[in-house]
């Protein structure tokens, strides 16, 4: 199905990785279930809910259909459509009283997260989030590490600021993800614990 964006160009997955290549540690892992970072994240939240920890939603992406297919009469097949809008991040909500919104990034990159997983339209809103008291933050997976980081957009925008006025590198290497983002280890229940490194962001501004 062909997906373009309000302006008419033709939406093309980033380095977000739509398919969960296993890695050596997945064996080892509780991630070992086939899942995407954001289907992941959605059982996660789905546990929070159910547990009265926390409410948070992936937020819908408003699509506009243009072109559908009737094969037959019991099935349709769209082969066209727009995004409405631009989108936003990927989740927000409210936990302990505070508004959060983050987004959620996979790479196959071994040592950098590239900053074109990123637009401007979406470091512009955490930004305006940030200025009316949210939290935001970006959940990093490197897929081939197994490993994920919360890196809190503050420490992003350092990044994205620097690329934009070309005084800095196009990604954010492994190394400074890992000092200054928190590494989140898998569990069974939630299977992604990240409310526990959001808990840190809230003591930080507490």
């Not at 939406?11 to 739509?18: Q, R």
């Not at 398919?19 to 939240?45: C, V, W, Y």
């Not at 297919?69 to 990927?90: G, L």
């Not at 990093?140 to 890196?151: A, E, R, S, T």
Request: glycine share 4%; hydrophobic share 35%; with cysteine.
């Amino acid at each position: 199905m062909a997906i373009r964006y309000p302006n008419g160009k033709p939406f093309h997955s980033p380095d977000n990785v739509s398919s969960h290549k296993k890695s050596p540690l997945s064996k080892a892992s509780f991630s070992d279930r086939g899942m995407t970072l954001e289907q992941e994240i959605n059982q996660s939240n789905t546990y929070y809910l159910s547990h009265d920890v926390a409410v948070i939603h992936k937020k819908p992406t408003p699509i506009q259909i243009v072109n559908v297919d009737y094969p037959k009469r019991s099935a349709a097949v769209i082969k066209e459509a727009y995004f409405k809008q631009a989108s936003t991040t990927d989740y927000n909500g409210v936990y302990r009283g505070f508004y959060i919104d983050f987004d959620v990034k996979e790479t196959q990159n071994k040592t950098a997260f590239p900053l074109h997983n990123f637009h401007q339209h979406q470091i512009d809103h955490m930004r305006q989030c940030i200025a009316h008291g949210g939290i935001c933050f970006a959940l990093i997976k490197f897929v081939f590490l197994d490993q994920i980081y919360l890196l809190k957009a503050s420490d992003l925008f350092s990044y994205w600021d620097a690329m934009e006025n070309d005084d800095g590198r196009k990604s954010i290497p492994l190394a400074d993800v890992q000092k200054l983002g928190t590494e989140i280890k898998y569990k069974i229940q939630p299977l992604i614990p990240y409310l526990s490194a959001v808990d840190q962001l809230i003591n930080e501004i507490s």
